[in-house]
């Protein structure tokens, strides 16, 4: 029983310590939070896929378009356009803010589709009504 309570108090001790140290020295392990947007946005970069144009917001407000290069544990490239040239830019996934594909949406094809169907009707009624009244 004794050891038992001397295990629990010292367990209490160390942790509670290395919290003031942590908060003294201005160190901080990684918030779970920080963890899981980390992952999520590893994930999504893994979704996205290699050679595939994407927007990157960074958490500087930066925002990047280019190609996804390679993936790794900590980070991804980035293949950015200047000019003629093509710079490859180690981005870690804890610089990101987001990350989605460039480009339109399949939502978006099938409503542009469907505003030119609407209009090019619009066109054959017109011009059917017109050719009826002469």
């Known amino acids: ?21 942590a908060a003294i020295l201005g160190t901080s392990s990684p918030t779970q939070a920080e ?22 917001r960074l958490k500087n ?9 390679a993936i790794s544990n900590e980070a991804f490239v980035l293949h950015i356009a200047k ?10 996934f804890d610089e990101v803010e987001s990350l989605k594909k460039a480009g339109w949406s399949t ?9 030119f169907v609407v209009i090019g009707l619009g066109v054959i009624v017109v011009g059917a009504v017109l050719g009826a009244t002469e």
Do not use: D, H, P, Y
């Open 61 to 69: 407000k930066e925002k990047l378009l280019g190609r996804m290069g």
């Open 107 to 115: 939502a978006k094809k099938i409503a542009v589709i469907a505003e």
């Open 83 to 92: 000019g003629k040239q093509i710079e490859a830019r180690t981005i870690s």
């Open 1 to 21: 029983m004794r050891k038992g309570i001397c295990i629990v108090l010292l367990f209490l001790f160390i942790s509670s310590s290395l919290r003031i140290e």
């Open 35 to 56: 963890t899981t947007k980390k992952f999520a946005i590893k994930e999504r970069a893994l979704q996205i896929g290699v050679g595939k144009t994407m927007e990157v």
